[in-house]
């Protein structure tokens, strides 16, 4: 027996196969749920519920759904072009403490002016924050792996170094907290009496401008093809290393915005723990997406969804919500496996 890839991949297959990953995942995960002495169909039910099954609740998914898009697409364009970018994380703090250092008021602008400031301040710092390690991969062979991984670390403590400093609010009793965002500057709230706001449409304005980009654009194809086959690529006179340099700057740029979102959008203010780990997320996002720039809104959903509903359930019945990890990191076994199976045919 022997895998032969698929010259074309059947519709069906393509969108049934995802679907059966996510089934076959909840299936797994009914052992566990059951040796922890729960009722598997009430627990799948409550998380369902805690997830969709109110207004609040669904608006609580997709606020949670909002960052993990942007950062999920920041992986997925990244990786099309086999740029390991592990650093979304890193990223997403630039991106808030760039939206943190203008939207507090340090610089003078009209009013209508400063939410686009504050969001172009965030995705270029995202940007920037991208560009050391790509310029060390492209030009000194330097493992982007490692470079985005610890620079993760290194945004953390510049964060930290920055609340306990000039960024620091003289209000906050010595809390390492930014002073609010001025007004002007907030992403205005979607539904009211809810925290669902602007970012949400923003990312999926987003992820529609990113399947454009990667689909319909010379761009695209151009990532499509270094992503392939770098040699190759550049043997066709495709210029890989700018190529990889525009990957860079759009995906730092994406994750900046996340940071940004989760500042101007959600909290008002910055702190050091001000995301959860959206940017390893993204990665999950992206790879349960296989990918693919719409297919991210999709996974983000799923996943922003399990994690809500899993809290709910663990208040209803007092199962632990780290099953909720465990749901996250089986369905991305089995999606992978999904994977294969749509780009690969068994022979005899």
């Not at 990113?210 to 689909?215: C, D, G, K, P, S």
């Amino acid at each position: 027996m022997r895998l032969e890839p698929r010259s074309h991949v059947p519709w069906p297959l393509a969108i049934g196969a995802p679907v059966a990953a996510a089934a076959l995942a909840l299936a797994l995960c009914a052992l566990p749920l059951a040796l922890a002495g729960a009722d598997v169909p009430a627990a799948y039910r409550l998380i369902f519920e805690g997830a969709a099954g109110t207004r609040f609740a669904l608006s609580e998914t997709l606020t949670r759904a909002a960052p993990l898009m942007l950062t999920g697409l920041a992986a997925a364009v990244a990786f099309r072009a086999r740029l390991w970018n592990i650093g979304a994380e890193g990223q997403l703090y630039m991106g808030a403490l760039a939206a943190t250092a203008i939207g507090t008021g340090v610089v003078d602008v009209p009013p209508m002016l400063m939410m686009p400031l504050v969001l172009i301040a965030g995705a270029l710092a995202g940007a920037l924050w991208m560009l050391g390690p790509a310029w060390l991969k492209v030009r000194l062979g330097v493992d982007e792996v490692v470079t985005t991984l610890l620079l993760n670390f290194v945004v953390l403590l510049l964060v930290g170094m920055m609340l306990e400093g000039p960024l620091q609010d003289p209000m906050s009793l010595g809390w390492p907290q930014s002073p609010p965002i001025v007004e002007t500057a907030l992403l205005p709230r979607l539904i009211e009496r809810t925290r669902l706001h602007a970012g949400l449409l923003l990312a999926v304005f987003l992820a529609l401008a990113m399947w454009i980009l990667v689909q319909r654009t010379r761009t695209g194809f151009e990532l499509r093809a270094v992503g392939a086959n770098a040699d190759a690529a550049r043997h066709a006179g495709i210029p890989v290393e700018r190529v990889m340099f525009k990957v860079a700057i759009i995906s730092g740029a994406l994750a900046g915005l996340a940071g940004v979102g989760e500042v101007a959008g959600l909290k008002g203010y910055l702190t050091q723990d001000l995301s959860p780990g959206y940017g390893y997320a993204g990665i999950v996002v992206a790879t349960l997406a296989q990918l693919h720039p719409l297919g991210v809104l999709v996974s983000a959903l799923f996943v922003a969804g399990i994690f809500v509903g899993a809290d709910s359930m663990s208040r209803a019945i007092g199962i632990s919500s780290y099953i909720a990890n465990l749901i996250v990191a089986t369905s991305l076994l089995t999606m992978l496996l999904a994977g294969l199976v749509t780009r690969y045919r068994i022979r005899r």
